[in-house]
């Protein structure tokens, strides 16, 4: 993903910016979404990586049994000899982890909606002057472009994610 992103920021509200949070909203939810759908895509083929690993594993076992130290060769033995593996376990754990990831992202995408409806409670209260007092209006423009800046300095911290074949 090109842009960085910082969920933990992300999902927090400004509540004397909510006219900027509600700006950044459906830009949120865009990079969110998107973000989800491609760890959804790599734990799809982690998955279909697992499948095919253990296809080929399982025509090799078949081929030659005692090459995977199986004397007899029953269904069980062959699934037992897959699971042992080297490959096998390699493209589990990255399948495990693509799982994770796709996890984590898909809870960031409900806190973000979750976000919406904290911004429209918000200005629900706003409206019925549950925070009243007297003040100046903001200059929008000024404030996104500070948002804007803020979000740029904030850039080195990013979501770490494990890619599949990755040594990380």
Known sequence: MSKAINYEDDVKIDPDALDVEWLRQSELMGIYGKHQAQTRNE?????????????????????????????KVTESAIQSAILLQEEYRENNEAYANARYEN???LSVVRAIEQKKTALENLVRLLQSSYFSGPKAPRDL??????EKERKNANQKVKIKRRRVGNDE
Not at 141 to 146: D, F, N, P, Q, Y
């Open 43 to 71: 734990m799809d083929n982690a998955k279909e990586l697992i499948d095919v690993t253990k296809a080929k594993l399982d025509f090799a076992i078949r081929n030659d049994p005692e090459k995977y130290g199986l004397a």
């Open 141 to 146: 423009s000024a404030e996104v472009l500070k």
């Open 103 to 105: 996890d984590v992202a």
